[in-house]
């Protein structure tokens, strides 16, 4: 088929019913009725000779030959974006743009409330959406554009994505002021090992791998912690410790946000275990975007401690 036969605002169309999988979704980024986002798509058929999408109950679902367009449409409209963002403009204080962040229960404690108050000082019509990093689809969303910007420590975007650096911080002991080792002279490897423990697993992130550091770090001393409670993230552990003669290891900057609310207190850890490196990451294809250049310089800004 000859290109100059073919509209290229269908394509388009296209490129975010492969996104989003649903008319209404479609119309609703593209500012269109949904009848129109039909029309184009019907319109769309004609031209390729391809039904390119049919409709089930998880929404619409590409052909085969609308799977092997997929990726050179996506690369002919990101080179076209990218070519038309290096004259665009950003203005945070008018935009309305929507950034989609993607960020740990731990994450949202810390980065969510010094964010906000930057975005309300300085963009008040921006506004952000937050996504869990734990999805197993989190590269493929940056890459198509449908995540903005990740936060935290994930080993898992450490190949492919841009990335910078914010701050190291190490893991304390996190209890509650009255628990029996929170005013011990010295917390020692022995009653740290012997006190009862709630373990977060945190997977799918790198914080799960602290943990098992520490793990590995007792067995060559011959000591194992006594688990009394596991829990997948840390959203409710200020609550536990706070309630419970309980301890856990976690990171600085989170132990500093929920010290007060819960009456807790830290300890340095008795052994050496290494901290972890909080980045934030994104894909290539919105490196040069006006628009995220002025978030990625705010979030550092707010966050980076200056050495990288």
Request: proline share 5%.
């Amino acid at each position: 088929m000859e290109l100059a036969r073919l509209d290229l605002n269908l394509l388009l169309v296209f490129h975010h019913l492969l996104r989003e999988k649903r008319v209404s979704a479609v119309a609703a980024v593209l500012g269109m009725s949904q009848p129109a986002v039909s029309s184009a798509l019907g319109r769309l058929r004609n031209s390729l000779g391809d039904a390119l999408f049919l409709r089930t109950q998880r929404g619409m679902v590409p052909t085969p030959y609308a799977l092997q367009l997929a990726e050179p449409v996506a690369a002919a409209l990101d080179g076209l974006q990218q070519a038309l963002n290096v004259r665009a403009s950003f203005d945070p204080a008018s935009s309305q743009r929507r950034f989609t962040l993607a960020m740990t229960d731990v994450g949202e404690m810390y980065f969510l409330p010094v964010l906000m108050d930057a975005l309300a000082q300085t963009a008040p019509g921006v506004t952000l959406n937050v996504v869990a990093v734990t999805s197993a689809s989190l590269g493929e969303d940056m890459a198509s554009g449908r995540t903005d910007l990740a936060l935290g420590l994930l080993p898992q975007l450490q190949a492919g994505f841009f990335q910078q650096a914010l701050f190291r911080q190490p893991y304390v002991c996190l209890m509650r002021q009255g628990h029996p080792l929170a005013s011990a002279q010295a917390l020692t490897l022995a009653n740290f090992a012997a006190a009862e423990h709630v373990r977060v697993i945190a997977a799918g992130t790198g914080h799960g791998r602290i943990d098992e550091a520490l793990h590995a770090a007792l067995e060559r001393q011959g000591l194992q912690r006594r688990i009394r409670l596991t829990v997948p993230h840390y959203v409710a552990l200020g609550d536990v410790l706070g309630h419970a003669d309980l301890m856990a290891t976690v990171p600085e900057r989170f132990a500093q946000r929920v010290t007060a609310p819960f009456g807790l207190t830290t300890r340095p850890l008795p052994l050496v275990v290494d901290g972890s490196a909080i980045h934030q990451f994104w894909h290539g294809r919105l490196h040069k975007d006006p628009g995220h250049q002025w978030l990625r310089t705010l979030v550092a800004q707010c966050f980076g401690d200056g050495t990288d």
